[in-house]
């Protein structure tokens, strides 16, 4: 690390010691990244952290942060500044959305009406050029377009410098329609909302006009080789969600195809870094922070992880994977993680029933989850996380009540051999409703009704308080109806956003004012179906979906009989990328 920043968020005084920094440039081209959430958890984010240091490393372009507000501070319209310099937001060339979440989708809205910016793209004549990326924008973008002027969809790395060069050789972003074409006809993965016209009937999309240059569709650009590209914390901040450590990304992609995971699909094909660079990236890490997070879809498959476990605990460190797939669990990778010190691991089981896995093509009985559990506490660690969903399709009642059933059986076995004490000490049981996503097989499935899915969390809540030594958490279904109407919302629902805000984020008081059809308290919503149509109807097979204009190189013939083999309870092997070429992911 090279520098080091010492600022404020509000009244708090933050530290962050920095592997990169703005350079002072004659003639710079002037980027703010806003990430539409507090600075602890923009921090937090790798992929945001990946994207300032591609900014700051192009030539003549210097890229400052800014954040959300924190609750408490306040910020007149006009006032955002950036973290760096405290510079007016509204005085950057470029202003660079980077979007993880659509819950996030609000906050977009908040920060450009703080930055004293028009809200609508198409009001925004003069100032900065407004862009956005993220992984919520590579699987739907829609409910914000009307507020950007440019998305890039897909991964970075290759494909932002290439926007860069167009900017530059229009001579910045001072004539924004020139930036605009030639961005579209250079960079692939570039979408321009104003060339696109959805046609909607009701709830449905009915067609799609685009003018040119635009093309039919936009490609997700993805990155083949992610050892030319290492990716690790850049900006150590301790005030940021992990800062107590240092991430270091293993991975894009998932082989195991699980039929309501977004980052599965979208990130296809799965990509692994060499352990050479892993290798390295731990030892460096450990120079910094005592714990290294490893980051990417599921970890125990990632070809020498259990080494890499093993590098951190000989260098006086630890490994802290995300999710761990329970059969892919080894005695080596469990002792490794144990002797680092690591004090909880995250297994996800997903369902509780060998039906439902089979559904949701978890490809996991319940021996690998109890053998996976015995392992890891046997070796020492102490604490488990457990994350299961419920409210999926074909769903029983019985499948609900085996969450419950099979957290007992894991208790059971890590009671320790003379009866009396149990070997770990908590299990923390994560249960959310499920919320369809698009791109996955599971796209069409609505989410269940609210009442149901509240009956189904309450006696969950009441089975695993009868169970020692365990905690629950549940996420609100309010929550994940309001998750899935962003996730599945098409282009209209930028106006229940901005109304939204207008009603100092009281989304749930909006959805109700909209569901009710009150012209008077929401005249917006007369140019919208009920909010019901975008979560709890199934979509159709064959009708236009308002993402389908994406091209994530999956076949939705693929999707569709993933979804029928779904009814049928029937799993799909995990991904041969060598040789198999059927959902399209992969060149052929």
């Not at 924004?176 to 709830?203: D, F, I, M, N």
């Not at 488990?384 to 009540?401: A, N, Q, S």
């Not at 013939?557 to 979804?563: D, G, I, K, S, V």
Request: one cysteine or more.
């Amino acid at each position: 690390m090279s520098a080091r920043n010492r600022r404020s968020i509000g009244a708090k005084p933050v530290s962050e010691e920095v592997a990169l920094f703005p350079r002072r440039s004659v003639g710079a081209l002037r980027v703010c990244l806003l990430y539409p959430n507090e600075y602890r958890v923009a921090m937090g984010n790798l992929g945001y952290q990946a994207v300032y240091e591609i900014f700051n490393l192009f030539p003549k372009i210097v890229c400052e942060r800014a954040f959300l507000p924190e609750r408490e501070r306040r910020v007149r319209r006009g006032e955002l500044r950036s973290f760096e310099t405290g510079t007016r937001v509204s005085e950057f060339d470029i202003l660079a959305f980077s979007v993880s979440f659509e819950t996030d989708y609000l906050h977009i809205v908040g920060l450009l009406d703080a930055a004293g910016l028009p809200v609508w793209s198409h009001e925004r004549q003069q100032g900065p050029l407004v862009i956005a990326g993220g992984a919520a924008v590579f699987l739907n973008p829609e409910p914000i377009a009307p507020f950007i002027d440019l998305f890039l969809i897909g991964e970075a790395e290759q494909m932002l410098p290439e926007f860069l060069e167009v900017l530059r050789d229009c001579g910045g972003a001072a004539d924004r329609e020139r930036v605009l074409l030639e961005a579209t006809q250079h960079v692939s993965g570039c979408y321009v909302p104003k060339l696109y016209h959805p046609r909607y009937e009701g709830p449905h999309t009915v067609a799609v006009d685009f003018e040119a240059p635009a093309k039919p569709r936009v490609e997700r650009r993805i990155v083949w080789n992610l050892d030319a590209f290492p990716t690790t914390t850049r900006v150590l901040a301790p005030d940021a969600v992990f800062g107590d450590m240092v991430l270091v990304e293993a991975s894009r992609g998932c082989q195991w195809g699980c039929r309501f995971c977004a980052a599965g699909y979208m990130y296809r094909p799965l990509r692994h870094r060499s352990v050479q660079q892993l290798a390295a990236a731990v030892r460096a890490g450990l120079q910094h922070r005592h714990t290294i997070g490893l980051v990417g879809a599921e970890m125990a498959s990632v070809p020498g992880v259990a080494d890499l476990a093993t590098l951190a605990a000989e260098n006086g460190g630890r490994l802290s994977p995300s999710s761990m797939k329970a059969d892919c669990i080894t005695p080596q990778l469990a002792r490794a993680l144990a002797a680092g010190g690591t004090q909880s691991v995250t297994v996800a089981p997903e369902a509780g029933s060998e039906r439902m896995r089979r559904v949701i093509n978890k490809n996991l009985s319940e021996a690998d989850i109890l053998r996976a559990a015995d392992l890891l506490v046997g070796e020492g660690v102490p604490d488990l996380k457990l994350y299961f969903m419920f409210g999926l399709p074909e769903e029983r009642w019985e499948d609900v009540e085996a969450i419950a059933e099979l957290v007992a059986k894991i208790r059971q076995t890590l009671i320790s051999r003379d009866g009396r004490r149990s070997r770990v000490a908590k299990i923390t049981v994560s249960a959310n409703p499920f919320v369809p996503k698009p791109w996955t097989p599971f796209q069409w499935d609505a989410m269940m009704e609210l009442p149901e899915l509240r009956l189904r969390a309450r006696r969950l809540e009441r089975l695993l308080a009868a169970i020692s030594g365990v905690r629950f958490d549940c996420e609100s279904p309010r929550e994940a109806f309001y998750q899935t109407l962003l996730s599945r919302g098409d282009r209209r629902t930028a106006l229940f956003l901005v109304a939204t805000y207008q009603a100092g984020n009281d989304w749930w008081g909006t959805i109700r004012s909209w569901a009710r059809g009150d012209a008077h308290a929401a005249p917006w919503a007369t140019a919208l179906p009920p909010p019901h149509d975008y979560v709890h109807r199934t979509y159709e097979e064959d009708e236009i979906l308002p993402w389908d204009f994406i091209d994530h190189h999956l076949s939705k013939q693929y999707l569709l009989a993933e979804r029928r083999k779904a009814r049928a309870g029937l799993q799909t092997p995990p991904c041969d990328t060598t040789t198999c070429r059927i959902c399209g992911a992969c060149p052929a």
